[in-house]
């Protein structure tokens, strides 16, 4: 059983950062392949970036494309999620979750996720 708790989340100003952070407990943690959703009020969860294990291939979504940045740290087990020019649309729950397979875009093929951090992003 993997844990997962994000931290880094607050209210900011449009265009300003934020950097996230989310702790696993698994000391197998490089094995995963890590990603950040976000789901905003009324709203579907969505993709926002992942990372393959041991800090491979990185991906995001169009809409996060150039303004955020996902990392890892394998031995310090967290994943960070970098958040520049943010903008209010950037407003939502944002989640953190851990998968060892299948498609690491969709939330279905994610095993493990934290409680979710709020980001809001006043105009």
């Known amino acids: 059983q993997v844990q997962l708790v994000e931290s880094g989340g607050g209210l900011v100003q449009a265009g300003g950062s934020l950097r996230l952070s989310c702790a696993a407990s698994?000391?197998?943690?490089?094995?995963?392949?890590m990603g950040w959703f976000r789901q905003a009020p009324g709203k579907e969860r969505e993709f926002v970036a992942t990372i393959r294990c041991r800090g491979g291939n990185k991906y995001s979504s169009d809409s996060v494309k150039g303004r955020f940045t996902i990392s890892r740290d394998n031995a310090k087990n967290t994943v960070y999620l970098q958040m520049n020019s943010l903008k209010p649309e950037d407003t939502a729950v944002y989640y953190c979750a851990a998968a060892l397979s299948g498609d690491p875009t969709q939330s279905r093929d994610y095993a493990y996720w934290g409680q979710g951090t709020q980001v809001t992003v006043s105009s």
């Open positions: 698994e000391r197998t943690f490089s094995c995963y392949a």
